[in-house]
């Protein structure tokens, strides 16, 4: 989508996507649906605030169009469903940096809010709701589904965009920030009762700071040259985000298994017709 943002602005795919780790759980697949824009002579807060409109729009057209099936899933699966999906159409994104929400999570350690457990080997929420961690994040550290599922709720269950993640946590086409270039531009999208919907983040645009990236992240160049001469023979600022469709579907249903929104899941170890 890069190549032909180069050529006609503002583009986008939607097609299979698959998953390469070894992910089993109600959130994920090993191929799956994926809605990718791709936007051109744009800066982050532009891309932020084109997945926030991307989100509203189509909770706002599922509310005016299909109020009848969210009845129905309402009754039987989400029972405050329409406000869940109000409360996005009509609401405040919030934007938190990585590093304000590590020094939150830190806080609520030293406060008692959140345990840390070294010998349990998991991260988890117990029954009463307190969430238990493995260790002690870090910086650099990927937060995990549990604990975005905290922060959202501990930020009042509005949709909030996690912004600003460690250059060593994200992938190499990711542009630096330019006033820390330890972090890089990119941000997750977390909702209510699911975590991460969406993510996105500027492209780098300069070709020596990506020649730069993908050495430490030893990426090979061959094979890439045509990604590399974008960047040599004339660019832009640039960057897209990415929507699982299974995701969007589950949180505009209320349904909580991301295999019963998709007819033929594929999971690790079962690929069916």
């Known amino acids: 989508m890069e190549t ?24 994920h697949l090993v191929e799956f649906w994926m809605i990718e824009p791709e936007m051109a002579f744009i800066g982050f807060k532009d ?6 409109l991307f989100l509203k729009y189509i909770c706002g057209r599922v509310l ?32 938190k940096r990585y590093d304000e ?41 990927d937060f995990g589904s549990e604990i975005e599922k905290y922060l959202v709720e501990e930020f009042g269950n509005q949709p909030v ?8 946590l994200k992938s190499f086409y990711m542009r630096l920030d330019r006033e820390n270039p330890q972090l890089m531009e990119a941000c ?14 500027m492209r780098e645009e300069n070709l020596t700071i990506l020649e730069e990236v993908m050495q430490e992240k030893n990426v090979p160049k061959e094979g890439l040259e045509w990604y590399s001469d974008m960047r040599k023979y004339g660019t832009m600022p640039h960057g897209g985000y990415g929507i699982g469709f299974e995701r969007l579907v589950c949180l505009v249903t209320g349904m909580k298994n991301i295999r019963d929104v998709i007819p033929f899941p594929r999971t690790p170890n079962n690929c069916f017709a």
């Open 4 to 27: 032909f943002a180069h050529a006609f602005r503002n583009v986008y795919t939607f097609g299979p996507t698959f998953r390469a780790e070894n992910s089993n759980t109600s959130r």
């Open 47 to 52: 891309l932020m605030m084109n997945m926030e």
């Open 64 to 95: 005016e169009e299909h109020r009848d099936i969210l009845d129905f899933f309402a009754t039987f699966y989400e029972k405050d469903l329409l406000e869940k999906l109000e409360k996005i159409r009509d609401g405040r994104f919030l934007k």
């Open 101 to 141: 929400c590590l020094r939150f999570l830190l806080g609520e350690i030293e406060c008692g809010n959140i345990v840390v457990d070294t010998k349990g080997g998991k991260t988890y929420r117990m029954e009463s709701g307190v969430l238990v961690l493995e260790k002690t994040p870090e910086f650099g550290d």
């Open 161 to 168: 965009f996690i912004t600003h993640f460690p250059r060593k």
């Open 188 to 201: 997750d999208l977390l909702v209510a009762g699911m975590g991460e919907l969406m993510g996105g983040s």
